[in-house]
């Protein structure tokens, strides 16, 4: 079955940096566009950033782009977020999520279970 | 990337129907089939229910049926039940962005 298992989140200070992963399984990952979600404490869901299934595709929202930074290596699995000059408006829980088909359509069929980011003096 | 616009709350009682809506513009929801919804119960991850407007994902109960008219995007719950209360949201394709999220929108079933 399909698992996304993310890792790497914390409480980090204003301005730092921190690097988010998610490890897959249960399908063919290098055949799938991947996406990060953030969703802030008691808020909805935002959208944050989508990597085509080569990697060599991305596209951010306007709230993270020029801070983050959407990878992947299909060698291990593995889809990671490189969050840097974080802000306090960045504490979320961070999923990532698979996509529906290899494009960029807004068809996120399988979602990890979220990790919390808190930036916090 | 403006958020899509849920109304904040609607409510029903078991076995009746509500409707969702989520309002767009034309350049998302009014100028793309490309419409998805999702629930999402506390403190878990969101379901894809619909996509493509008013496909059902294999799993996804026929009580849930999406549609669209204009720039406005609508999920109907038939045949309410006590476990479909959540929170929804919307989502589009966008011209300047791959993926939109509506606010969100908290059911309650009374």
């Known amino acids: 079955q399909v698992q996304l298992v993310e890792s790497g989140g914390g409480v980090v200070q204003p301005g730092r940096s921190l690097r988010l992963s998610c490890a897959a399984s249960?399908?063919?990952?290098?055949?799938?566009?991947m996406h990060w979600v953030r969703q802030a404490p008691g808020k909805g869901l935002e959208w944050v950033a989508v990597?085509?299934?080569?990697?060599?595709?991305?596209y951010y929202a306007d709230s993270v782009r020029g801070r983050f930074t959407i990878s992947r290596d299909n060698s291990k699995n593995t889809l990671y977020l490189q969050m840097n000059s974080l802000r306090a408006e960045d504490t979320a829980v961070y999923y990532c999520?698979?996509?529906?088909?290899?494009?960029?359509?807004?068809?996120?069929?399988?979602w990890g279970q979220g990790n919390l980011v808190t930036v916090s003096s | 990337q403006s958020a899509l616009t849920q109304p904040a709350s609607v409510s029903g009682s078991p076995g009746q129907s509500i409707t969702i809506s989520c309002t767009g513009t034309?350049?998302?929801?009014?100028?793309?089939?490309?419409v998805s919804w999702y629930q999402q119960h506390p403190g878990k991850a969101p379901k894809l229910m619909i996509y493509?407007?008013?496909q059902r994902p294999s799993g996804v109960s026929d009580r849930f049926s999406g549609s669209k008219s204009g720039n406005t995007a609508s999920l109907t719950i038939s045949g309410l039940q006590a476990e479909d209360e959540a929170e929804y949201f919307c989502?589009?394709?966008?011209?300047?962005?791959?993926?939109?999220f509506g606010g969100g929108t908290k059911l309650t079933v009374l």
């Open positions: 999520a698979k996509s529906f088909s290899g494009n960029y359509l807004p068809y996120l069929d399988y």
């Open positions: 249960g399908f063919t990952f290098n055949t799938y566009a």
């Open positions: 990597i085509s299934y080569d990697g060599i595709n991305k």
């Open positions: 034309s350049s998302d929801i009014g100028g793309y089939n490309y």
């Open positions: 493509d407007v008013s």
């Open positions: 989502c589009s394709y966008t011209s300047s962005s791959p993926v939109v």
